[in-house]
């Protein structure tokens, strides 16, 4: 067939033979549409062009360059080569599957990664096809130092590897969504169905959730994506009966494998990410544990500071980018990580405004005396800076329960409250006798009309509260869950 010269200039550009399947397509018909096609021969090398024509997924292109102009195109259904194609790519990405287990040199954390190790080679084979096949990839990530230090670890193994093997490039449509909210709800589900619905593929696109609960807020959202997407799960929260993220193919959480939640999901998506890239990521690991305090934490070393930092940037990305605002990308997390300048001066920022905030805290606390513990109230609201998120109460509850403790005060449990959530924090010599989960589970059943959603840990745990003005009946009922919880009475 003869070519229109606007496609002449478009694909004229290309160098040699234009050849292969067409695997995936991007607004196609569309004047920025754009077309990712593999040749068979190679079994994968993707190539990516633009052009007006309407490619379908599976058309063969044979295209013959002369000079700077393409004359001929014959174009036919290449829906038989596509076992074929299969094949070859199958083959290509088993030899970047590593076999053997990564050991980090923890007993305790490594014996979990063996056992989650057949887990994780088979969700990388899922990824490296999709990667291949340049399939749309939508990656979901919790907005807190563990989500995000899971996230940018996945992004720099990915980025290893593209560098290591042509035809593996992550920046080949795959988006990053820092998510504000650990369930996955219908309306992200919708938001993701939107995004892939500019595709079109011989594969599914494939969603990747970090470090989301395992709350029942979370069903909608699987129900809408489990037959659209191919789904790969990493989280490291207590299950929650009913939760139908179970369902899914890939969905790995160490307490499936005799592990719990000291292996945070930060550490699983790297772990996760050795299956095929084995460079260095143990700063990020070790920010990510400090972040959700993991009793295999290092606190004195190298990710302190990270830590610190992804907390930063995840609560309020205007600090680092001046005006910048909107969705946090490891894109951005990767200029201050790299920039050592930029890290110690936000790592300083950070340490200064905590203080600052936790100062004023002290000062405004409520107590209510409970056998064992006292339990400490504060509402968060107005106590931070008008101009910055920094820090979000959920983090902060953390740190002012470890300030507590350290001050000499006894055994405390922290309930921090800011609008419409709640934050509340038992330390770990209290969890034989207080379950943070079971306190949630409580509130949901007696305030069913009341609580939007809620869950966590054990020992960590948030709920938030679909009218603010309602709040203090959600709060009377945490304090007495949790002094019947002391008492053993509950």
């Not at 995840?314 to 790299?338: C, H, Q, W």
Request: with cysteine.
């Amino acid at each position: 067939m003869v070519i229109h010269d606007a496609v002449k200039r478009v694909i004229g550009c290309l160098v040699g033979i234009l050849k292969g399947i067409v695997t995936c397509s991007k607004n196609a018909g569309k004047e920025n549409a754009r077309y990712y096609l593999i040749d068979p021969d190679a079994g994968y090398s993707i190539m990516e062009f633009k052009s007006p024509l309407v490619f379908k997924p599976a058309e063969h292109i044979v295209s013959e360059d002369f000079g700077d102009i393409v004359h001929t195109a014959d174009i036919s259904d290449g829906t038989g080569e596509l076992d074929m194609l299969s094949a070859a790519v199958g083959r290509n990405i088993g030899k970047e599957i590593y076999g053997k287990a990564y050991k980090g040199g923890v007993p305790e954390i490594d014996a979990v990664t063996e056992r989650m190790w057949g887990a994780f080679r088979w969700s990388g084979n899922l990824l490296l096809r999709k990667l291949a096949y340049a399939a749309p990839i939508i990656i979901r990530f919790h907005n807190d130092a563990d989500g995000s230090g899971g996230a940018y670890g996945l992004y720099a193994s990915l980025r290893d590897l593209a560098g290591r093997v042509a035809g593996l490039n992550y920046r080949h449509n795959t988006t990053w969504i820092m998510n504000n909210s650990v369930s996955y709800g219908a309306y992200e589900a919708s938001s993701d169905i939107m995004i892939a619905n500019n595709y079109e593929c011989v594969e599914k696109p494939l969603l990747i959730i970090i470090d989301f609960g395992t709350s029942l807020e979370s069903n909608p959202g699987i129900e809408l994506v489990k037959d659209r997407f191919d789904v790969i799960w990493l989280d490291h929260h207590p299950i929650v009966e009913g939760f139908k993220g179970l369902d899914l193919e890939n969905y790995i959480n160490p307490w499936n494998f005799g592990g719990d939640s000291n292996y945070t999901a930060g550490l699983l998506a790297c772990t996760f990410s050795k299956t095929f890239s084995r460079i260095d990521t143990r700063d990020i690991e070790n920010a990510s544990l400090i972040g959700d305090y993991s009793n295999f934490s290092r606190p004195g070393d190298e990710g302190t500071d990270i830590s610190m930092i992804l907390d930063l940037l995840t609560s309020d990305m205007r600090i680092a980018f001046g005006s910048a605002t909107g969705n946090l990308t490891p894109y951005e997390i990767d200029k201050v990580i790299s920039d050592s300048a930029k890290r110690k001066e936000l790592a300083d920022f950070a340490k200064m405004r905590l203080d600052e905030v936790m100062d004023i805290a002290l000062g405004s606390l409520k107590k209510y005396n409970a056998e064992k513990a006292t339990i400490y109230m504060l509402d968060f609201e107005g106590i931070r800076d008008e101009q910055s998120k920094f820090p979000l109460p959920g983090r902060f509850s953390s740190k002012l329960l470890d300030r507590i403790i350290g001050m000499g005060n006894g055994p405390a449990i922290v309930v921090v409250h800011s609008g419409r959530y709640v934050s509340m924090r038992v330390p770990r010599d209290l969890e034989d006798k207080v379950d943070l989960i079971k306190v949630v589970g409580s509130v949901k059943e007696s305030h069913e009309e009341l609580i939007e959603a809620g869950g966590g840990h054990r020992t960590a745990s948030g709920i938030k509260i679909a009218d603010a003005a309602e709040k203090s009946k959600v709060l009377r009922e945490i304090v007495s869950l949790l002094k019947a919880q002391l008492a053993g009475s509950a």
